[in-house]
């Protein structure tokens, strides 16, 4: 029985095969307008993907005719501010999610965000999802046709499951032998009868870690839903959305334009809002529109303090922003100007003016989110409000100035750290005792530290936690504590030490620039992971609630970054030590290290050092993170040379042969010269026996890439071994030689990393 090894939809009548032993019919027709020639070649598969069922689809057929622009804005209350451009992204993310899903093709989705809306824009977007093929896939060729040709049971059956008859099916080759398929070329949906479905889909899926629901309704989104507007071409398509009948109108800004805007076309929506309704619709826009309007506003005055943190939640703020200059009395400016910045910054989201030596002004920037015939008395309204937090912040810093440092530590008795920890008051005893250790591990000689002044700095860095302006911005916390404690006359390094000892706060923020800073700083961290994991409260998952893996990383940073080194071992069994008996896990050291060094596995990934240069160095269970750091980089420049790959298949050649081997036997091996019998033997002796004697004094000096660049020159010798010497032989004393002298080789090479990990 021969089976024709091609068929091709040609367009013409079925054929009968030239063997004459079975029927295999192919078809052209397809339903619909779009239909068109398809080619199905022996072997071919059209969707690879595993399908239990049988059925396969493609979608690189047929592209419709018409285009026509959409339309979807959701009109709310005002919005986190915070979270606008999230939610911006997010929205785009989502639709462009579920058209790409539904094979609805467009040209650019463009995002528009307001506090009182949420819009995208979809051009260009097809009329009609593209016709697609279902495939299926029947019986065996063998299975569905019996020795005469004609069709089995099975064939039949599978004909009548796909509607069709036995003449329009197909035999295509497959890895697994011939099958029989059927294809069908199914019409696209038009886009208006799914575009409801789809955005449904879209919306639900937004990131939104605190829906809200309100009245009696049961749909939840980011705030309460006023409007919806859906809008294809001039075609609004009716439907409800978060319980919302969609509607062709819009509304303009809250107090300049609340009525009603009829919306034409789609692409009109931007300049529409803006030019009727008061209300610049793109986010982008409005952020030049704000810098563009501060830096105008303040040419007569200095310059504003710009935080892109703060003009991205402005931006957030306001529909059309207004640019307002308004002042405080200069009497207030007695006050740090920490606070001042914070009050106007976190509390009113003003910019502040400094002079051209970065001097703080009485004056300050607000973005208005109205057009007022009388800008005085938006100006005023909002001096009275900084006016009173200006007051409450000077009220409060005197009444902190009337308690030292050191009487604020004994008040933190009362707060606790940890309910199997104690108290902050114990926490700050213990940073004290560990900051005080470190300055006897570390040799600090371009800038000393005294043993009194590490544990002074340690004992008062939490001590500002009391102070009333620490409760009120909590932000300041250390930047206070430094004021306070040179008002108290600590001394100007461990009041520096107070301030920079939170340090790094966040991802990418920058370690303490002091020294003493930063050995308060890392007996801070290493206290609070000992603790916590001493009491096993340790992050799992995702939740760290202590950040302990920012903790981790900080000290990390500090110690690398400051070029400080230490034995970390030796700092946590310290910290062990001072907690006595509240910690209660065992192998608290090992786990804390462990977690520790871990962490610096994603920050050299972030750095483009191979994973495999950080478990080289990893196995060699250094305990000193600069040293570690060192290897590292050593070992990353070292591996990009020419040579490299083949100097480590060479060991890691020798390492198999020691990994069969007794680790204690090996130790015992003495190579003995007068055993060699191959000249390569003597060769790479001679050559290790002389690096040997160089190792020592690179070890000192941490130079690790002279060593890597030394321990390259063996390879030559080490090839030749490998050519001329047979190991494993039988006299024993013979292998013992050869494996010990392996096994030294191995040694030298573990002096840096592990390469046998690369």
């Not at 605190?210 to 839903?225: L, N, T």
């Not at 040799?443 to 001590?463: D, I, M």
Request: with cysteine.
């Amino acid at each position: 029985m021969s089976i024709p090894d091609e068929f091709q939809v040609t367009g013409k009548a079925p054929a009968q095969t030239s063997s004459g032993a079975y029927k295999t019919y192919v078809s052209s027709e397809a339903s619909g307008q779009h239909s068109q020639n398809l080619t199905l070649s022996s072997g071919t598969n059209l969707d690879a993907r595993s399908d239990p069922e049988g059925v396969k689809s493609r979608k690189d057929f047929i592209k419709g005719d018409g285009y026509r622009d959409l339309l979807l804005e959701i009109g709310t209350e005002e919005l986190p501010a915070k979270q606008l451009k999230s939610l911006a992204d997010g929205l785009v993310s989502q639709v462009r999610l579920v058209l790409d899903k539904a094979g609805l093709s467009y040209s650019t989705i463009i995002p528009f965000a307001t506090p009182r809306r949420l819009a995208v824009q979809v051009l260009d977007l097809a009329t009609q999802q593209a016709s697609y093929v279902v495939e299926k896939r029947g019986p065996a060729v063998t299975v569905a046709f019996d020795q005469q040709g004609n069709p089995s049971v099975a064939c039949l059956s599978f004909a009548k499951s796909c509607a069709t008859t036995v003449d329009k099916l197909t035999v295509r080759k497959t890895d697994k032998g011939e099958w029989l398929f059927f294809n069908q070329v199914k019409e696209g949906a038009a886009t208006e009868t799914l575009l409801a479905e789809l955005l449904r889909d879209a919306i639900a899926a937004l990131p939104i870690n605190k829906p809200m629901r309100w009245g009696s309704e049961q749909i939840a989104f980011v705030r309460p839903v006023h409007w919806v507007v859906l809008l294809f071409g001039e075609t609004c398509i009716q439907t409800t959305l978060l319980g919302k009948q969609t509607q062709a109108f819009t509304y303009g800004h809250r107090f300049h334009h609340p009525q009603p805007i009829t919306l034409g076309r789609v692409r009109d929506y931007a300049d529409v809002l803006e030019k009727t309704g008061y209300v610049i619709a793109d986010r982008a826009k409005r952020e030049q529109v704000i810098r563009q309007g501060i830096a105008s506003a303040v040419q007569a005055y200095g310059q504003a303090l710009i935080d892109d943190d703060l003009v991205t939640e402005v931006v957030g703020l306001v529909e059309w922003p207004v640019v307002l200059i308004g002042k405080f009395a200069a009497t207030f400016l007695e006050v740090p100007r920490e606070i001042i910045i914070t009050a106007m910054q976190s509390h009113q989201k003003y910019f502040p003016i400094v002079d051209a030596e970065q001097r703080l002004l009485p004056y300050f920037v607000v973005v208005s989110n109205i057009l007022s015939t009388q800008p005085e008395n938006v100006v005023a309204g909002n001096q009275r409000v900084l006016h009173a937090r200006l007051a409450d912040a000077q009220f409060f810093y005197r009444t902190d100035l009337q308690s030292s440092l050191a009487v604020r530590v004994e008040q933190l008795q009362a707060i606790i750290f940890h309910k199997l920890l104690g108290t902050l008051r114990d926490k700050s005893e213990r940073i004290a005792q560990l900051t005080r250790y470190l300055t006897t591990q570390l040799v600090l000689a371009n800038e000393p530290v005294s043993a009194e002044q590490a544990f002074r700095a340690g004992w008062l860095c939490k001590a500002d936690l009391t102070s009333t302006v620490v409760g009120e911005f909590a932000e300041l916390q250390g930047i206070m504590g430094k004021y306070y404690a040179l008002h108290d006359g600590e001394g100007a390094i461990v009041a520096e030490a107070v301030r920079e000892h939170y340090q790094p706060r966040f991802a990418g923020d920058a370690v303490p620039a002091s020294v003493l800073g930063a050995l308060v700083a890392i007996a801070d961290k290493v206290d609070t992971l000992v603790g916590l994991f001493g009491c096993n409260d340790i992050p799992t998952g995702d939740r760290d609630p202590y950040a302990l893996r920012r903790a981790a990383l900080g000290v990390l940073r500090i110690l690398i970054e400051k070029q400080l080194s230490v034995d970390l071992q030796r700092v946590i069994a310290q910290a062990i030590l001072h907690y006595g008996q509240r910690v209660t896990v065992l192998d608290t050291d090992r786990a804390v290290l462990a977690f520790m060094l871990d962490r610096l596995r994603a920050w050299y990934t972030d750095q483009g050092i191979d994973l495999t240069v950080f478990a080289a160095v990893r196995a060699r269970e250094i305990t000193d993170p600069l040293d570690f750091d060192r290897r590292v980089r050593a070992l990353q420049a070292f591996l990009s040379q020419a040579g490299a790959a083949a100097l480590i298949a060479a060991n890691k050649r020798a390492s198999q042969l020691l990994a069969k081997q007794d680790s204690s036997a090996l130790e015992q091996l003495v190579v003995d010269a007068a055993l060699f019998e191959q000249p390569s033997e003597q060769a790479l002796w001679g050559a290790m026996t002389a690096h040997v004697e160089r190792l020592p004094s690179l070890l000192a000096r941490a130079e690790y890439g002279a060593i890597l660049q030394a321990l390259a020159t063996l390879q030559a010798p080490l090839d030749l071994f490998f050519e001329q010497v047979m190991v494993m032989v039988e006299d024993t004393a013979l292998r013992n030689n050869r494996l010990g002298l392996l096994y030294q080789l191995q040694k030298l090479f573990l002096q840096v990393a592990d390469i046998r990990v690369c």
